[in-house]
T-cell receptor, first 113, second 112 residues
Framework: DVKVTQSSRYLVKRTGEKVFLECVQDMDHENMFWYRQDPGLGLRLIYFSYDVKMKEKGDIPEGYSVSREKKERFSLILESASTNQTSMYLC????????????FGEGSRLTVL | GQQLNQSPQSMFIQEGEDVSMNCTSSSIFNTWLWYKQDPGEGPVLLIALYKAGELTSNGRLTAQFGITRKDSFLNISASIPSDVGIYFCAGYSGGGADGLTFGKGTHLIIQP
């Protein structure tokens, strides 16, 4: 069964902490994405990557960075977490660059106190 | 970025009823997609539409790509409890991943 796995389902962090959200896919997809989901706002694209060591900014990259050292792994980094980054974070992968037929992970719900 | 207006925002229906939801935009899209998110899970693709006027079914679900390319509709017939969740439309206008825009979602709640 094909899968996108996010390492943490629930995290609670304090303001100013560095946060790593890890995502691994087993479908050999070149394209990976990080979205943020908030009630009433839908899904918003944070960063995406078309290849190893490659990254592109999405619609809301401020306060985030990413790392893609291996094809199957795409990490989202919050250098200094803030309360307005409390949210559900969804990782996805896709055969297509534009991400149309996305395979999503189960999500990581982050609370920043 | 482009805006998608998805409606209704939420629906409270009885089991067995039919459901209709839609997405509209002032912009033209090349592709429309419909995803469903079960509680506590990530979204899963239900239907993809690639041509204006296209009507596609997936079991009890039917979706249409509007002829103007500015809207799409999703219908669910004879709803069952496992249809509960959030339904998202997404439109693709071209370019890279930033050309994909998601609607804000329709939250479907089924009352026993």
């Amino acid at each position: 069964d094909v899968k996108v796995t996010q390492s943490s389902r629930y995290l609670v962090k304090r303001t100013g902490e560095k946060v790593f959200l890890e995502c691994v896919q087993d479908m050999d997809h070149e394209n990976m994405f990080w979205y943020r989901q908030d009630p009433g706002l839908g899904l918003r694209l944070i960063y995406f990557s078309y290849d190893v060591k490659m990254k592109e900014k999405g619609d809301i990259p401020e306060g985030y960075s990413v790392s893609r050292e291996k094809k199957e792994r795409f990490s989202l980094i919050l250098e200094s977490a803030s309360t307005n980054q409390t949210s559900m974070y969804l990782c996805a992968s896709s055969v297509t660059r534009w991400g149309g037929e996305l395979f999503f992970g189960e999500g990581s719900r982050l609370t920043v106190l | 970025g482009q805006q998608l207006n998805q409606s209704p925002q939420s629906m409270f229906i009885q089991e067995g009823e039919d459901v209709s939801m839609n997405c509209t935009s002032s912009s033209i899209f090349n592709t429309w997609l419909w995803y469903k998110q079960d509680p506590g899970e990530g979204p899963v693709l239900l239907i993809a539409l690639y041509k204006a006027g296209e009507l596609t079914s997936n079991g009890r679900l039917t979706a249409q790509f509007g002829i103007t390319r500015k809207d799409s509709f999703l219908n669910i017939s004879a709803s069952i409890p496992s249809d509960v969740g959030i339904y998202f439309c997404a439109g693709y206008s071209g370019g890279g991943a930033d050309g994909l825009t998601f609607g804000k979602g329709t939250h479907l709640i089924i009352q026993p």
